[in-house]
């Protein structure tokens, strides 16, 4: 098969194409996240870097299959149009996955772990259980009803993630604590961070310059634990406190009901002339965007998980060069102080991010400078194939043989 530029492209993703020999093996990946999510993307090239096949089975785009390279297989879903949607083609994805008969299961959501533990069972095939988020700390705050139910409701879920993934093969994590979560309950597991794959670099880094700070960026989901009412609040302030900036905003939507959401906070509050709606990208053109800026925002607000997460586009924002205007929650804190120039806000404040901004464009020259050094020092450290793709072909190759 030809493979243009040694790539694997489709409409939606694009992956390095394997060239180490086939082991005529098999892993299936059955999800309800999107096409192209990235992280599910960088562990399928590891995948194949070990010498397995993948086969995608996930949600968006055009329906049906495809083998868009002899390694790899692809059945699309039609996208869902709400969150309870997505979680009545769990059983849909699963049966998909049964039928493919492959030689194991790589899941990335909670919900597929009874579906998961089940074909386990019955066919003595490993699975290997993707953690992306902290499950127990984000379910019980999402449910409804009075905060005394949380703590229950946290430790509820938690002895059923800890039943059904105790008896799978081995568990890939986003965080050292999670991995010391599932080391504690015998699994397993490789730790590998959200660090974005080298290639969002293009050909060579680009230095920050004084101009780009006034391209300010935000690629990340737009709902209300993201912060989307902030930054719609943001764009506003900037036009008042810093109207040289240009606000490019990624229209990034998990759902039809986020993006009407997010349409409803414009039509009450108006599009500035300074907000720039961009149409999403492959994970691959992330990369050319952000180098097109200087500052990066990211408005994760004080919900559930979010004082434990570091959001991935921060990772993105420190391997390109931006500067940053963060939440200033936790663990965001401890990753912006030590791998980036930036500024903490108030997560409920736009106007406190209009500041940061309003700062970071005051001391551009120092800003750049720093930016460009931290820059450095994440490019080595926070390399999705450096770091985090060796543990995972050495998970995969120990489970799945």
């Given at each position: 098969?030809?493979?243009?530029?040694?790539?694997?492209?489709?409409?939606?993703?694009?992956?390095?194409?394997?060239?180490?020999?086939?082991?005529?093996?098999?892993?299936?990946?059955?999800?309800?996240?999107?096409?192209?999510?990235?992280?599910?993307?960088?562990?399928?090239?590891?995948?194949?870097?070990?010498?397995?096949?993948?086969?995608?089975?996930?949600?968006?785009?055009?329906?049906?299959?495809?083998?868009?390279?002899?390694?790899?297989?692809?059945?699309?879903?039609?996208?869902?149009?709400?969150f309870r949607e997505r979680l009545r083609l769990v059983p849909r994805v699963a049966e998909l996955a049964r039928r493919a008969d492959p030689d194991g299961w790589h899941i990335h959501d909670f919900y597929l772990l009874p579906q998961a533990r089940?074909?386990?069972?019955?066919?003595?095939?490993?699975?290997?259980?993707?953690?992306?988020?902290?499950?127990?700390?984000?379910?019980?705050?999402?449910?409804?009803?009075?905060?005394?139910?949380?703590?229950?409701?946290?430790?509820?879920?938690?002895?059923?993630?800890?039943?059904?993934?105790?008896?799978?093969?081995?568990?890939?994590?986003?965080?050292?604590?999670?991995?010391?979560?599932?080391?504690?309950?015998?699994?397993?597991?490789?730790?590998?961070?959200?660090?974005?794959?080298?290639?969002?670099?293009?050909?060579?880094?680009?230095?920050?310059?004084?101009?780009?700070?006034?391209?300010?960026?935000?690629?990340g989901t737009l709902t209300s634990m993201f912060g989307a009412e902030v930054i719609v609040g943001l764009a506003h302030e900037l036009a008042r406190v810093a109207p040289e900036v240009e606000f490019l905003v990624v229209r990034r939507f998990p759902?039809?009901?986020?993006?009407?959401?997010?349409?409803?906070?414009?039509?009450?509050?108006?599009?500035?002339?300074?907000?720039?709606?961009?149409?999403?990208?492959?994970?691959?053109?992330?990369?050319?965007?952000?180098?097109?800026?200087?500052?990066?925002?990211?408005?994760?607000?004080?919900?559930?998980?979010?004082?434990?997460?570091?959001?991935?586009?921060?990772?993105?924002?420190?391997?390109?060069?931006?500067?940053?205007?963060?939440?200033?929650?936790?663990?965001?804190?401890?990753?912006?102080?030590?791998?980036?120039?930036?500024?903490?806000?108030?997560?409920?404040?736009?106007?406190?991010?209009?500041?940061?901004?309003?700062?970071?464009?005051?001391?551009?020259?120092?800003?750049?400078?720093?930016?460009?050094?931290?820059?450095?020092?994440?490019?080595?450290?926070?390399?999705?194939?450096?770091?985090?793709?060796?543990?995972?072909?050495?998970?995969?190759?120990?489970?799945?043989?």
């Amino acid at each position: 098969m030809d493979v243009p530029n040694g790539q694997i492209s489709t409409d939606r993703w694009q992956l390095r194409a394997p060239t180490v020999p086939a082991l005529r093996r098999t892993v299936c990946v059955p999800t309800v996240h999107p096409v192209g999510d990235q992280r599910i993307l960088r562990c399928a090239q590891s995948v194949l870097d070990a010498g397995f096949d993948v086969h995608f089975i996930w949600l968006g785009g055009e329906p049906g299959e495809s083998r868009p390279h002899d390694r790899v297989r692809e059945t699309r879903l039609p996208a869902p149009t709400s969150f309870r949607e997505r979680l009545r083609l769990v059983p849909r994805v699963a049966e998909l996955a049964r039928r493919a008969d492959p030689d194991g299961w790589h899941i990335h959501d909670f919900y597929l772990l009874p579906q998961a533990r089940r074909w386990a069972r019955r066919t003595g095939r490993p699975v290997l259980y993707d953690v992306h988020e902290y499950y127990p700390e984000y379910y019980s705050e999402r449910l409804p009803g009075p905060r005394l139910l949380r703590r229950p409701a946290h430790h509820m879920i938690t002895g059923v993630e800890r039943r059904y993934a105790s008896v799978l093969a081995g568990a890939n994590v986003a965080t050292e604590e999670l991995g010391d979560r599932f080391r504690g309950w015998g699994i397993p597991t490789s730790v590998t961070p959200n660090y974005p794959a080298d290639a969002l670099l293009g050909d060579a880094p680009r230095p920050l310059v004084p101009e780009l700070l006034r391209r300010v960026v935000h690629t990340g989901t737009l709902t209300s634990m993201f912060g989307a009412e902030v930054i719609v609040g943001l764009a506003h302030e900037l036009a008042r406190v810093a109207p040289e900036v240009e606000f490019l905003v990624v229209r990034r939507f998990p759902s039809a009901a986020a993006r009407h959401a997010f349409e409803e906070l414009l039509r009450r509050h108006g599009t500035p002339a300074n907000l720039v709606l961009l149409d999403p990208m492959p994970p691959h053109e992330v990369g050319r965007l952000l180098a097109s800026c200087g500052i990066g925002v990211s408005a994760l607000q004080d919900v559930g998980q979010a004082a434990l997460c570091v959001s991935t586009k921060l990772y993105e924002y420190a391997t390109v060069g931006l500067a940053v205007v963060a939440s200033d929650l936790p663990a965001t804190r401890r990753f912006v102080t030590r791998s980036m120039v930036g500024v903490l806000a108030d997560p409920r404040r736009p106007a406190a991010f209009a500041q940061g901004v309003r700062r970071l464009l005051d001391d551009a020259d120092q800003v750049c400078v720093a930016a460009d050094r931290h820059a450095a020092a994440a490019r080595a450290e926070l390399s999705w194939e450096r770091t985090c793709a060796p543990r995972l072909r050495t998970l995969v190759s120990q489970t799945v043989r």
